[in-house]
């Protein structure tokens, strides 16, 4: 038996790796400028009247009819004069429109909605987008705060995050503690109804700032910074979603304590079901120490569990739905995220599969996809306006609020 000869290695400087990054960020340039709008930024999608009467929930005629009122935006023929289309955003004043009953009640603060898990790889920036986008087609305004230093959710809005983003544009102020406001970083983004606070790989900073400052100013407590940092905003928003790092860290904490509601997605197989489990036992052990012990308590309005990216034909899936049903009961959403081609070539495009105006597999497929996402949207629109309906409960004094808002958030 020959041996295998062993590889000439080459040491593999500091300076080389530098090289390597300077040219991973340059192929990140040339792919955006290739995939993306011809001005190197992402654009929403236009709407046929066909698609525009079904967001809306009534027939093709209806939206007919309604145009000759001349209320509602006309949209514009497209160039072959073949179809009307409509922008995203007047699909959105249709929307608004047509479900005035279904929005945020007057006196009611936005929802914030962190989306959460240790491991990398499990649809959680994909959840938080799609979720953002889909909660926008329903009439609400959007606010999407991205928190991890990879800035995943920050290039699925079209930017980069490592030479796009400058430290202002993240929650990396509030940290440090010049900023006590949120409000400086909001910026808006090609999709209609959504704004965004970016995230860049400077936010590791964020990881050294809150311990630093918890043992240097007396009475500080670098969980509630995000906490308060959004409190300026709520009244201008339906709904915040936080999209945290793959690792229960600082940043992490802080986006749970500033939530009314946790979605964690959770792919069924052994691996991801042993990491959540160690999500929640940690989790758990730091609000005993941060809350608990201090005489202090936490509510949330709901946690859901998200079974996401499913395999319909890994038969062990099956046997691992049945430990995540047990363990989480009815935390589990009622709705399964396949894992389709549809959503991979969207992501490799820098999109989701609201993103996608024609698909070019099959048909099925992505209708399939598409209304799993609608789905564990409309069910997330339920706790949502549930969340709301409380605040209304409040604040007419039909309801016992929560606690006080030093031990409820």
Known sequence: MTSTPLPQLKPITLADISNQAERAIAMMGQIRSAMLAPTARKVAPLYSLSQLAGMVGVEKGSISHRLTKGDLPAGKLNASGSRREFTLAESREWIREYRRDRLRPEGCEAV????????????????????????????????????????????????????????????????????????????????????????????????????????????????????????????DYDVVIIDTPP???????????????????????????????????????????????????????????????????????????QWIGQTYA????PVEIPKTAVTGVASAEFGTVYDVSRYDGSARTFKRARDAYDSFVGHIEGSIRAVWARQVGVLNGSTPGPQSKETRR
């Open 247 to 321: 690792a229960l860290s600082y940043t992490t904490i802080n986006a749970f304590i500033a939530s009314d509601g946790i979605i964690m997605p959770l792919p069924p197989n052994a691996l991801d079901f042993a990491s959540a489990s160690q999500f929640w036992n940690l989790f758990s052990d730091l609000t005993r120490e941060l809350l608990t012990k201090r005489g202090m308590d936490k509510h949330f309005d709901f946690i859901h569990i998200l079974l996401a990216r499913v395999d319909s034909a890994d038969a062990a899936s099956t046997v691992i739905r």
């Open 330 to 333: 009815e935390k589990v959403l």
């Open 112 to 235: 914030t909605i962190s989306i959460g898990n240790f491991k990398g790889g499990v649809s959680k920036t994909t959840t938080a987008v799609t979720l953002a986008q889909g909660l926008s087609l329903l009439g609400y305004k959007v606010l999407v705060i991205d928190t991890d230093p990879q800035g995943s959710l920050t290039t699925l809005f079209g930017i980069l995050p490592d030479t796009e983003v400058e430290e202002p544009d993240t929650i990396l102020p509030l940290c440090i503690g010049t900023e006590t406001s949120i409000r400086y970083a909001i910026r808006p983004t090609y999709w209609d109804g959504i704004d965004l606070v970016a995230a860049a790989p400077l936010l590791f900073g964020a990881e050294f700032a809150l311990p630093a400052r918890q043992t240097q100013e007396p009475g500080f407590e670098f969980w509630r910074v995000l906490d308060l940092g959004i409190d300026d905003v709520r009244a």
